[in-house]
């Protein structure tokens, strides 16, 4: 079992369209949690953070957890054709404490559709 | 606020060289990782270092190996270069604390022949 799971997709969405995205988990001790874009070529960038359970909005952008369920999920309302790029999840299991080591999904593809 | 720095962005080598790859973190940030991906493999991590030592380690043999400078910036160095050590070499910069937020370098692109 992969430490860190997603959909590979592609998932393709209209324009405007709201956009979900899913990642589960498998290391109860896990803390913290984010979710990182990247364009074809490009290095990733991070579009959240997340460390309790509940929503956290960010424009756009709501990123989800479920401890219990081990599930981060990110939604991306209003969907725009600029979106449309590599979607990783990352999980670490530091807190304010001992490591950033990030653990990688392989990401999901999204092509959001003119 | 400057971001993260990689150099260089690309490097052809060939099998048997060993290559250095440098990595300057955002101001303040004092803890530094590195990671490996390819196509096949995705995103996997390499090492962390935190003030000049080492804390975490991924699996990779021993000759991919790094340092922390006491400015906190980082190198990793690959030694003897094979051709499935082609791969984008990331350097992620992160404020002290542990599962803090991480932001990427651009990347070094690294071609092995």
């Known amino acids: 079992q992969k430490e860190v799971e997603q959909n590979s997709g592609p998932l393709s969405v209209p324009e405007g369209a709201i956009a979900s995205l899913n990642c589960t988990y498998s290391?109860?001790?896990?803390?913290?949690f984010f979710w990182y874009r990247q364009y074809s070529g490009k290095s990733p960038e991070l579009i959240m953070s997340?460390?309790?359970?509940g929503d956290k909005e960010d424009g756009r952008f709501t990123a989800q957890l479920n401890k219990a369920s081990q599930y981060v999920s990110l939604l991306i309302r209003d969907s725009q054709p600029s979106d449309s790029a590599t979607y990783l999840c990352?999980?670490?299991?530091?807190?304010?404490?001992?490591?950033?080591?990030?653990?990688f999904g392989t990401g999901t593809l999204l092509a959001v559709q003119p | 606020k400057a971001g993260v720095t990689q150099t260089p962005r690309y490097l052809i080598k060939t099998r048997g060289q060993q290559v250095t790859l440098s990595c300057s973190p955002i101001?303040?940030?004092?803890?530094v990782s590195w990671y490996q991906q390819t196509p096949g493999q995705g995103l996997q991590f390499l090492f962390e270092?935190?003030?000049?030592?080492?804390?975490n380690k991924g699996n990779f043999p021993g000759r991919f190996s790094g340092r922390q400078f006491s400015n906190s910036r980082s190198e990793m160095n690959v030694s003897t270069l094979e051709l499935g050590d082609s791969a984008l070499y990331l350097c992620?910069?992160?404020?002290?604390?542990?599962?803090?937020?991480?932001?990427f370098g651009q990347g070094t692109r690294l071609t092995v022949v």
């Open positions: 101001s303040g940030h004092r803890s």
């Open positions: 997340i460390y309790s359970n």
């Open positions: 290391d109860r001790g896990s803390q913290s």
């Open positions: 990352a999980v670490s299991l530091g807190y304010g404490g001992a490591t950033n080591k990030l653990i």
């Open positions: 270092y935190f003030s000049e030592t080492q804390r």
């Open positions: 992620a910069s992160s404020s002290p604390g542990g599962g803090t937020e991480a932001f």
